[in-house]
């Protein structure tokens, strides 16, 4: 899933440095995507942590 991820996000930033010639925002999307991506299956485990 990692890789998945991480070859998703370098094809998003290649998309977006070829057709608006501005890679800095298919970068900061990807790291924003990254981080809520991790931030909700850390608070998921939390809550299967604390119920389970």
């Not at 998003?12 to 057709?19: A, G, L, Y």
């Not at 890679?23 to 850390?42: C, D, R, T």
């Amino acid at each position: 899933m990692a890789t998945y991820s991480l070859l998703l996000g370098i094809l998003v930033i290649i998309i977006s440095w070829k057709f608006y010639n501005d890679w800095a925002s298919g970068l900061a999307g990807f790291i924003y995507v990254g981080v809520l991506f991790w931030s909700i299956k850390l608070f998921v485990q939390l809550i299967k942590t604390l119920f389970a």
